[in-house]
């Protein structure tokens, strides 16, 4: 069971323009998102992340927008570069069993091209 | 530079064998998660550790071990009973399980089994 989902694969934008990814979860027990960004062969590097009990956090070009009532969160870059380039994982915490720790569960990814 | 270094960044391995990846940290973490990635995947848990001489098994820990004897090395055992041990792997460490969400990855390790 899929609990944290990006139902793109892929997204292909013009450089300067607004990329938007997509990410649907299902658990209601998440209580933080997190974008993560990732270059083929390294490690994912943290982007941006949001608590459950905001609906919008900004950091330069990059914004998460959380609706909580629909279970949706976006990531907005504006505007997009070619650098930006990448796999983005969609990513939400929960507490485990216990609530004396937490561990993150991830989405499959989106990969965007950000076209020159 | 404070970071996480996994090595070697290639592994092959002939089936039937059993294979050790290299995790060490240096930002004075106490956890430490070993996840798995397919292509067309998203990064699935494997084991995570949240202070020295614990782990806890994660979602898909079948074919594996790991061992946490010092605070900054967490290295994974990829077992002959993994039915499926090709992939990349990532080692990744944050601050404290219980208050920190956010996770610093390493390079990666990615194995080839045949």
């Known amino acids: 069971d899929q609990q944290v989902k990006q139902n793109s694969p892929s997204l292909s934008v013009q450089e300067g323009r607004i990329s938007i990814l997509n990410c649907d979860y299902t658990n209601s027990m998440f209580d933080y998102f997190l974008w993560y960004k990732k270059y083929p062969a390294e490690g994912p590097t943290f982007l941006i992340s949001?608590?459950?009990?905001?609906d919008k956090n900004e950091d330069g070009r990059f914004t998460v927008f959380l609706n909580k009532s629909a279970k949706h969160l976006s990531l907005h870059i504006v505007p997009s570069q070619p650098g930006d380039s990448a796999v983005y994982f969609c990513a939400a915490r929960t507490p485990n069993s216990g609530g004396s720790n937490y561990k993150l569960t991830f989405g499959k990814g989106t990969l965007l091209t950000v076209n020159p | 530079d404070g970071g996480i270094t996994q090595s070697p960044k290639y592994l092959f391995r002939k089936e039937g064998q059993n294979v050790t990846l290299s995790c060490e940290q240096n930002l004075n973490h106490d956890a430490m998660y070993w996840y798995r990635q397919d292509p067309g995947q998203g990064l699935r848990l494997i084991y995570y550790s949240q202070i020295v001489n614990d782990f806890q098994k994660g979602d898909i820990a079948e074919g594996y071990s790991v061992s946490r004897e010092k605070k900054e090395s967490f290295p994974l055992t990829v077992t002959s009973a993994q039915k499926n041990p090709t992939a990349f792997y990532l080692c990744?460490?944050?601050?404290?399980?219980?208050?920190?969400?956010?996770?610093?990855f390493g390079p990666g390790t990615r194995l080839t089994v045949t």
């Open positions: 949001i608590s459950s009990i905001k």
């Open positions: 990744a460490s944050s601050i404290s399980s219980r208050i920190g969400y956010e996770q610093y």
